[in-house]
């Protein structure tokens, strides 16, 4: 069966400190990958997508980056992190067996202070 | 702008009341989905409805879908205690990469 895992849980960086969140999905392979930010615990807000190695699109102009370095890998990055980084990031899969239905991670916690 | 709107953004019931949450959406849609979240947790995938479809059960829930309106609707009956958390409509605008657009979602809280 397919997993995905998302890490750090939670974590506490300065502003201007540097940022690595990574998720790895298991058991499926060329999935496309996203990641998502939730602030407030409401709404979900797409920031990158992937649909394979090497490509990222951003949907939103902002602080963070995206890489895709190997198949099942998915790194969200800031080489600068501000206050309204802040948020529970969600990484998340779907592939063309799981139809139109996304699954997610369990999120990390980001707080900046 | 976003693409699904939930109401009422909080629902507070007794256990064993029907829990209904509504959504309405703007553009054309292939399906729409509504996904569960725990506080502080990840999403978990519900029930999918497509735009051909007008109705759909899955154990206590009950999906409708009325194109026509743009709307949606969410029905849990018998909650429990345990169906508190956050729900979320997502529509799937049929992109090739798979974008799902979320709404703001309802915080239901079944009250023991």
């Known amino acids: 069966s397919q997993t995905i895992h998302q890490w750090p849980a939670t974590l506490v960086q300065p502003v201007g400190s540097p940022l690595s969140l990574e998720c790895t999905v298991e058991g499926t392979s060329n999935p496309n990958l996203y990641w998502y930010r939730q602030a407030a615990g409401r709404g979900l807000q797409l920031l990158f997508y992937s649909v394979g190695i090497g490509q990222i699109s951003s949907e939103v102009p902002q602080n963070l980056s995206a890489s895709r370095p190997q198949d099942r890998q998915f790194i969200l990055s800031s080489k600068k992190l501000l206050l309204s980084d802040s948020g529970f990031y969600l990484c998340?899969?779907?592939?063309?067996?799981?139809?139109?239905?996304?699954?997610f991670g369990e999120g990390s916690w980001l707080t900046v202070v | 702008s976003q693409q699904g709107e939930e109401d009422p953004q909080a629902l507070s019931i007794q256990e064993g009341e029907n829990a209904t949450m509504n959504c309405s959406y703007k553009?054309?849609?292939?399906?729409l989905q509504w996904y569960r979240q725990n506080s502080g947790r990840g999403l978990v995938h519900l029930i999918l409805i497509r735009s051909n479809e007008r109705e759909k059960h899955s154990g206590r829930l009950r999906v409708t879908l009325d194109t026509s309106k743009k709307s949606s609707s969410l029905l849990i009956t018998a909650s429990r205690a345990a169906d508190t958390a956050s729900y979320f409509c997502?529509?799937?605008?049929?992109?090739?990469?798979?974008?799902?657009?979320f709404g703001q979602g309802t915080i239901l809280t079944v009250h023991p």
């Open positions: 998340a899969w779907r592939t063309r067996l799981s139809g139109n239905t996304i699954y």
């Open positions: 997502a529509t799937f605008g049929g992109t090739s990469y798979g974008k799902l657009t």
């Open positions: 553009t054309s849609i292939n399906n």
